[in-house]
């Protein structure tokens, strides 16, 4: 079992940076993937970017926030970061963390992580 608990949202210029954290119970936090989903009003849920576990710790970005997000985990506290940089509008959304195992072609697939948090809402607007 593991519990996710997303914080660090906001409201923030366009052009402005955020740092969103995942942190997670569990001893076994490390052998899962955590990906980042994000869920505009009106929107489906898009995959933002993942993190895989079991000391793989390869690193995956949708095309959309490639060269501006950085994802980066600490296993020793449970936690993974997400910083968001040159943020615009349309990143404006509800932002989940989710675990789970899936194989690399899976990765963006949102219907392969078990586990969830709660969100936390990112604002971006003058």
């Known amino acids: 079992q593991v519990q996710l608990v997303e914080s660090g949202g906001g409201l923030v210029q366009p052009g402005g940076s955020l740092r969103l954290s995942c942190a997670a119970s569990?001893?076994?936090?490390?052998?899962?993937?955590i990906a980042w989903f994000r869920q505009a009003p009106g929107k489906e849920r898009d995959f933002v970017g993942a993190v895989r576990g079991s000391g793989g710790n390869t690193y995956h970005y949708a095309d959309s926030v490639k060269g501006r997000f950085t994802i980066s985990r600490d296993n020793a506290k449970n936690t993974v970061y997400l910083q968001m940089n040159r943020l615009d509008p349309e990143d404006t959304g509800l932002y989940f963390c989710?675990?789970?195992?899936?194989?690399?072609?899976?990765?963006?697939?949102?219907?392969?992580?078990?586990?969830w948090g709660q969100g936390t809402q990112v604002t971006v607007s003058s």
């Open positions: 569990g001893r076994t936090f490390s052998r899962y993937t």
């Open positions: 989710a675990a789970g195992q899936p194989i690399l072609s899976a990765l963006r697939d949102e219907s392969v992580y078990r586990y």
